[in-house]
C-alpha cells in the first residue's frame, strides 16, 4: 500500500480499450488480468446477463439444476479434450484447483488406496491463493508467510523454453529423468500431478514444449498417478488452440477452469474429469460424496455469460489461431534487434519476453513497476512480471492494432536509460 501508486480509475471499456476517467484510454494488452477472452462489453454477453437475470438470478446448486448451466455444461463437454466427461461448478480459478486437488485424492481413497498422498508440483507452478493452491503452487515467493498452513509437495523441474534455445531437448530430458526418479522415490503415494500446460503464467510466461507435456502424461499414466491441467489462463484459445490439453494431443483426467469462461464479465470456474474420475463417487455410501460447494456454485447469470462467450468464441476460433503468426511477425520487427530483449517466446495469443536486466529475471526485479508506469504513459496496460514482458490481448484485436502495441513497446524500452 506504501509503494504502489494510486489505482487508475476506470470508466468504461470497449473491444481491447480501456477508459479511464480523466478521458485517457488504455488498450488492454493482457485481457485485464486474462479473463477477458472476446473484447469488452460485448453486446451478446451483456444481452445474455440481461436476459437471464430476468428470469432466473439464482438457485442453489444442490438439489437444483437449470439451462444455463446444463448448456455450458454441455458446449464445454463438446469443446474440452475426449475423456473429459463431466463437469463440477465453482466461482474462481483457486476454487477449481482445491476442488481438482480434493477430487484426486478422495478418488484413492474411494477406490480403497490409503496410500496416496501426495501431489507433484513444478518448480515455479502458480494456482490460486487459497491454502490449498497455494500448496501445490508452493515453490512461490509470495507463500513465504504462510508456509505454515501449507502442505508439502514434491516439486518436478519444469523445462521451459525460447526460440532458438538449443539446450531444450538436453532440459526436457533432464527434466523427464528427475520426474521419473522422483515417482521411483514416492512409489504408490502419489495422488496427482498438477501443472500449468504448455504456459506457467505467474512465474513469468514461462513455456514449455508440447512434447514434454506428452512425455510427461505418458510417464505419470504408467506410474498410475492422475494428471490435473490447470488451464485456467491457457483455456479458451490462449494457446492457440482450444484447450493446452488439445494442442499437445494429450488427455489429463482432471482439467480446471476459470478465467475466459464466462468472457471476462463475472465469476466462474469448473473442474471437469474423465467418466474414471466420476464414478469413483457413485456409490450407495454417502461418506464417498465430493463435499464441496459454494453458494454461487454455477450462477445462472454467470452460466448464461459462459455460453454467451462460448458462442462467440466459437466465431473468435481463426482469431486465436493466427495471432501467433502476427505476433511473431510484429514483436521481431520491433524489437528483434533490440539489444535489451532477450529470451523471446510465442504461444498461440501469447508473446513473452524479458528485458536484459543486472538483476536476477524474477518478480521482484526492480524493473517491473518502472516499465508499467512507462507504458500506462504510453496507453498500454501491461504488467510486467518482473523484467518479463508479456502481451496477452482479447482476440478482437487487429494486426494493424498489435502492430501499434510493439511499436510502442519499442518506443519505450528505447527511452530506458
Ligand atoms: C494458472 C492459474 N491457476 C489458478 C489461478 C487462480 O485463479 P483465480 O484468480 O480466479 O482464483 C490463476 C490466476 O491467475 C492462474 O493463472
Not at 124 to 151: E, I, K
Not at 257 to 269: E, N, Q, V, W
Not at 320 to 329: A, I, L, N, P
Given at each position: 500500500?506504501?509503494?504502489?501508486?494510486?489505482?487508475?480509475?476506470?470508466?468504461?471499456?470497449?473491444?481491447?480499450?480501456?477508459?479511464?476517467?480523466?478521458?485517457?484510454?488504455?488498450?488492454?494488452?493482457?485481457?485485464?488480468?486474462?479473463?477477458?477472452?472476446?473484447?469488452?462489453?460485448?453486446?451478446?454477453?451483456?444481452?445474455?446477463?440481461?436476459?437471464?437475470?430476468?428470469?432466473?438470478?439464482?438457485?442453489?446448486?444442490?438439489?437444483?439444476?437449470?439451462?444455463?448451466?446444463?448448456?455450458?455444461?454441455?458446449?464445454?463437454?463438446?469443446?474440452?479434450?475426449?475423456?473429459?466427461?463431466?463437469?463440477?461448478?465453482?466461482?474462481?480459478?483457486?476454487t477449481a484447483i482445491e476442488v481438482a486437488i480434493k477430487m484426486a485424492l478422495q478418488f484413492w481413497r474411494n477406490i480403497g488406496d490409503e496410500r496416496k498422498n501426495l501431489f507433484l508440483t513444478f518448480e515455479g507452478g502458480?494456482?490460486?491463493?487459497?491454502?490449498?493452491?497455494?500448496?501445490?503452487?508452493?515453490?512461490?515467493?509470495?507463500?513465504?508467510?504462510?508456509?505454515?498452513?501449507?502442505?508439502?509437495?514434491?516439486?518436478?523441474?519444469?523445462?521451459?523454453?525460447?526460440?532458438?534455445?538449443?539446450?531444450?531437448?538436453?532440459?526436457?530430458?533432464?527434466?523427464?529423468?528427475?520426474?521419473?526418479?522422483?515417482?521411483?522415490?514416492?512409489?504408490?503415494?502419489?495422488?496427482?500431478?498438477?501443472?500449468?500446460?504448455?504456459?506457467?503464467?505467474?512465474?513469468?510466461?514461462?513455456?514449455?514444449?508440447?512434447?514434454?507435456?506428452?512425455?510427461?502424461?505418458?510417464?505419470?499414466?504408467?506410474?498410475?498417478?492422475?494428471?490435473?491441467?490447470?488451464?485456467?489462463?491457457?483455456?479458451?484459445?490462449?494457446?492457440?488452440?482450444?484447450?493446452?490439453?488439445?494442442?499437445?494431443?494429450?488427455?489429463?483426467?482432471?482439467?480446471?477452469?476459470?478465467?475466459?469462461?464466462?468472457?471476462?464479465?463475472?465469476?466462474?470456474?469448473?473442474?471437469?474429469?474423465?467418466?474414471?474420475?466420476?464414478?469413483?463417487?457413485?456409490?450407495?455410501?454417502?461418506?464417498?460424496?465430493?463435499?464441496?460447494?459454494?453458494?454461487?456454485?454455477?450462477?445462472?447469470?454467470?452460466?448464461?455469460?459462459?455460453?454467451?462467450?462460448?458462442?462467440?468464441?466459437?466465431?473468435?476460433?481463426?482469431?486465436?489461431?493466427?495471432?501467433?503468426?502476427?505476433?511473431?511477425?510484429?514483436?521481431?520487427?520491433?524489437?528483434?534487434?533490440?539489444?535489451?530483449?532477450?529470451?523471446?517466446?510465442?504461444?498461440?495469443?501469447?508473446?513473452?519476453?524479458?528485458?536484459?536486466?543486472?538483476?536476477?529475471?524474477?518478480?521482484?526485479?526492480?524493473?517491473?513497476?518502472?516499465?508499467?508506469?512507462?507504458?500506462?504513459?504510453?496507453?498500454?496496460?501491461?504488467?510486467?512480471?518482473?523484467?518479463?514482458?508479456?502481451?496477452?490481448?482479447?482476440?478482437?484485436?487487429?494486426?494493424?492494432?498489435?502492430?501499434?502495441?510493439?511499436?510502442?513497446?519499442?518506443?519505450?524500452?528505447?527511452?530506458?536509460?
Amino acid at each position: 500500500m506504501k509503494s504502489a501508486p494510486s489505482p487508475l480509475k476506470a470508466k468504461r471499456a470497449s473491444g481491447i480499450f480501456i477508459e479511464l476517467e480523466g478521458g485517457e484510454t488504455l488498450i488492454d494488452c493482457i485481457s485485464s488480468w486474462w479473463v477477458n477472452v472476446n473484447g469488452h462489453c460485448r453486446q451478446e454477453i451483456a444481452q445474455a446477463i440481461y436476459q437471464q437475470s430476468l428470469e432466473l438470478d439464482h438457485v442453489l446448486f444442490a438439489g437444483f439444476t437449470h439451462q444455463p448451466a446444463q448448456d455450458l455444461a454441455s458446449g464445454l463437454i463438446e469443446r474440452l479434450p475426449q475423456g473429459i466427461d463431466k463437469i463440477f461448478f465453482s466461482d474462481n480459478g483457486s476454487t477449481a484447483i482445491e476442488v481438482a486437488i480434493k477430487m484426486a485424492l478422495q478418488f484413492w481413497r474411494n477406490i480403497g488406496d490409503e496410500r496416496k498422498n501426495l501431489f507433484l508440483t513444478f518448480e515455479g507452478g502458480y494456482h490460486g491463493d487459497t491454502v490449498g493452491a497455494m500448496s501445490v503452487g508452493g515453490s512461490s515467493a509470495f507463500w513465504n508467510p504462510y508456509r505454515q498452513l501449507m502442505f508439502e509437495t514434491i516439486i518436478a523441474p519444469f523445462p521451459s523454453t525460447f526460440e532458438g534455445d538449443a539446450e531444450i531437448d538436453r532440459k526436457e530430458e533432464i527434466a523427464l529423468c528427475k520426474i521419473k526418479s522422483l515417482i521411483d522415490n514416492h512409489a504408490g503415494s502419489i495422488a496427482a500431478a498438477i501443472i500449468e500446460p504448455l504456459v506457467q503464467g505467474a512465474a513469468g510466461m514461462k513455456m514449455c514444449r508440447p512434447q514434454f507435456l506428452l512425455k510427461l502424461s505418458n510417464l505419470v499414466a504408467s506410474a498410475n498417478i492422475l494428471t490435473i491441467y490447470d488451464e485456467v489462463m491457457t483455456g479458451f484459445g490462449r494457446t492457440g488452440e482450444w484447450f493446452a490439453a488439445s494442442k499437445a494431443g494429450t488427455h489429463p483426467d482432471i482439467i480446471c477452469l476459470s478465467k475466459g469462461i464466462a468472457g471476462g464479465f463475472l465469476p466462474l470456474a469448473v473442474t471437469g474429469c474423465s467418466n474414471t474420475v466420476y464414478e469413483a463417487f457413485l456409490s450407495d455410501d454417502r461418506r464417498n460424496t465430493l463435499y464441496h460447494g459454494h453458494s454461487f456454485t454455477a450462477n445462472p447469470i454467470s452460466c448464461a455469460a459462459g455460453v454467451a462467450s462460448l458462442k462467440l468464441l466459437r466465431d473468435a476460433s481463426s482469431a486465436f489461431r493466427q495471432m501467433e503468426t502476427w505476433h511473431r511477425k510484429w514483436l521481431y520487427h520491433e524489437l528483434g534487434s533490440s539489444k535489451k530483449v532477450e529470451n523471446i517466446r510465442f504461444c498461440g495469443t501469447i508473446s513473452a519476453f524479458e528485458v536484459v536486466s543486472d538483476s536476477p529475471s524474477e518478480y521482484f526485479n526492480k524493473m517491473a513497476p518502472v516499465l508499467y508506469h512507462k507504458f500506462i504513459q504510453s496507453g498500454l496496460l501491461i504488467r510486467p512480471l518482473g523484467n518479463t514482458i508479456y502481451i496477452m490481448p482479447p482476440y478482437c484485436i487487429s494486426e494493424e492494432q498489435l502492430a501499434g502495441v510493439y511499436r510502442r513497446i519499442g518506443k519505450v524500452l528505447r527511452e530506458l536509460d
